[in-house]
């Protein structure tokens, strides 16, 4: 099975900026799609980004404009680029892999935006 390693969470001040990385044991291009998910305190999960197989990309309408989902396939890893971070943003960000007849989950990784 697939694995997915998340990393460069930490705590930025509002403005700021992070990348986060999600590394696979295994090729990604066998997945139909990849995604960053969150998690904030109270609230429920919710898709930030995807990217699939072909290319198209996806965001959720708080962060256009802000965050970049990109994918290197020679590499096994997908990036999140955040930039102008919020409050708001703070959360655990979790790595998805989707297929057709599986789908991965990382560990995830904490965003903390704060002054």
């Known amino acids: 099975q697939v694995q997915l390693v998340e990393s460069g969470g930490g705590l930025v001040q509002p403005g700021g900026s992070l990348r986060l990385s999600c590394a696979a044991s295994?090729?990604?291009?066998?997945?139909?799609?990849m995604g960053w998910y969150r998690q904030a305190p109270g609230k429920q999960r919710e898709l930030v980004a995807a990217v699939t197989s072909g290319g198209t990309t996806n965001y959720a309408d708080s962060v256009k404009g802000r965050f970049t989902i990109s994918r290197d396939n020679a590499k096994n890893t997908v990036y999140l680029q955040m930039n102008s971070l919020k409050p708001e943003d703070t959360a655990v960000y979790y790595c998805?892999?989707?297929?057709?007849?599986?789908?991965?989950w990382g560990q995830g990784t904490l965003v903390t935006v704060s002054s």
């Open positions: 998805n892999a989707y297929g057709f007849t599986r789908e991965v």
């Open positions: 295994g090729s990604i291009a066998s997945f139909n799609a």
